[in-house]
Each structure stands twice: as structure tokens, then as C-alpha cells.
């Protein structure tokens, strides 16, 4: 399965409510990504991080948090601040990228967040 | 910002025939153009991608063609068969990130 792991596969939780949605890599991969899919559309950037202590965000950050204190490891926090967060989300690694060579990045098997 | 735009949002054919996915994008400094297949419910696999110093690159049943005048690139599949049956998405490679079009919902009809 690529060495790239996610947890839970579902999550059910109350509006108003921060939950954090774990990803692990054993890929020795530097770069890590968080990705938000919504039914009938294509998968939108919510923050990468391309080495251990820094990240960046994607176009979508807003609502959401993370951090990178180990290399293995991504977690993404939703806030209460993220206004419709029932959606697929989905964790990547790959190793480095640079601005004009493109490194294959491998995808978790996502989890499906459900706020009620 | 780079923008991927992805057409048909559906395709249905019949078994056994060929599927054309197109794509444009905006930016012309995008140099990387993958292909990724999501069964429903799955993650997302690269089945084929090409970079923008080659036209065209295939892979079996399947091939990608590149228009850097234009910015379009397309997905060709042939002889077309039941496990065919995905969500097909292109993506550009801008600025350290992929952007991904919309997503196209493939039908192999029997």
C-alpha cells in the first residue's frame, strides 16, 4: 500500500468540534501534503510541507492547522473555524520537489470526515 | 495561478472502444502532466504522465498526448474493458504543486 497510512477511515463528529486526522509515512519521503475532495470535483491543496518544522499553505488553509515535528508524520487539525468540513480527505508523500522537476507523490487510503 | 480544466465531467462507451479525456491549463510554465485513476471510495493511482519536452507517451492500452501551444493534454484509452470504470483526473505540476482538474467519471457500457 505505498507505506503511507491514515486515521481513522471514518470520522464522525459534532459541529463545533476540532478533531485531528492522522497520516504516517515509512517512505523516508521529505515532502507531505494534505488534500480535501469533495464529491464531482478534483482534490484541492490544504497545506504541504517539504521538510521537517515548515509548512506551507495550499489554496484552501483556511479552517485548518498543522504541523511537522517529525519527518514520518503530518497530522491535520480541523477547526470549528472550517465552515462545511464533511468531506474526503486525503495525505501524500512523495520525496522532494523542486520548482522544475516533479517527484511522484504517493496517496494514503484517505479518511472520510462526516460532521453532523 | 495555474488552472486545470478538465472535459467531459462523464464519458460512457461502449466496451471495447476507445475514451478521450481533454484538459487545458493555464500556466505555461507547468512542465509535468500526470493522469491519475480513483476507483470509488480509493486513492488515487498514477497510471501514466508526461513532461513537457515529449508530445506523446504510451503506455499499453493507454496514452497521453501534449499540445504546449495550445496547453491542452489528453488521456487515450483503447479497447476499453469493464475495470476501466473509474473517476479519471489530470493535474499540472506549477510551483511546487499539482493542480487537478475536475475529474473526469468513466462508464464502460457491456
Known amino acids: 500500500d505505498g507505506g503511507i497510512t491514515q486515521s481513522p477511515k471514518y470520522l464522525f463528529r459534532k459541529e463545533g468540534q476540532n478533531v485531528t486526522l492522522s497520516c504516517e509515512q515509512n517512505?523516508?519521503?521529505?515532502?507531505m501534503y494534505w488534500y480535501r475532495q469533495d464529491p464531482g470535483q478534483g482534490l484541492r491543496l490544504i497545506y504541504y510541507s517539504q521538510i521537517v518544522n515548515d509548512f506551507q499553505k495550499g489554496d484552501i488553509a483556511e479552517g485548518y492547522s498543522v504541523s511537522r515535528e517529525k519527518k514520518e508524520s503530518f497530522p491535520l487539525t480541523v477547526t470549528s473555524a472550517q465552515k462545511n468540513p464533511t468531506a474526503f480527505y486525503l495525505c501524500?508523500?512523495?520525496?522532494?520537489?523542486?520548482?522544475?522537476?516533479?517527484?511522484?507523490?504517493?496517496f494514503g487510503p484517505g479518511t472520510r470526515l462526516t460532521v453532523l | 495561478g495555474e488552472n486545470v480544466e478538465q472535459h467531459p465531467s462523464t464519458l460512457s462507451v461502449q466496451e471495447g472502444d476507445s475514451a478521450v479525456i481533454k484538459c487545458t491549463y493555464s500556466?505555461?510554465?507547468?512542465?509535468?502532466f500526470p493522469w491519475y485513476k480513483q476507483e470509488l471510495g480509493k486513492r488515487p493511482q498514477l497510471i501514466i504522465d508526461?513532461?513537457?519536452n515529449v508530445g506523446e507517451k504510451k503506455d499499453q492500452r493507454i496514452a497521453v498526448t501534449l499540445n504546449k501551444t495550445a496547453k491542452h493534454f489528453s488521456l487515450h484509452i483503447t479497447e476499453t474493458q469493464p475495470e476501466d470504470s473509474a473517476v479519471y483526473f489530470c493535474a499540472s505540476y506549477s510551483n511546487y504543486q499539482l493542480i487537478w482538474g475536475a475529474g473526469t467519471k468513466l462508464i464502460i457500457k457491456p
Open positions: 508526461i513532461r513537457s
Open positions: 500556466d505555461s510554465a507547468s512542465n509535468y
Open positions: 501524500a508523500s512523495s520525496p522532494l520537489q523542486t520548482l522544475h522537476t516533479y517527484n511522484e507523490q504517493f
Open positions: 517512505l523516508n519521503h521529505d515532502a
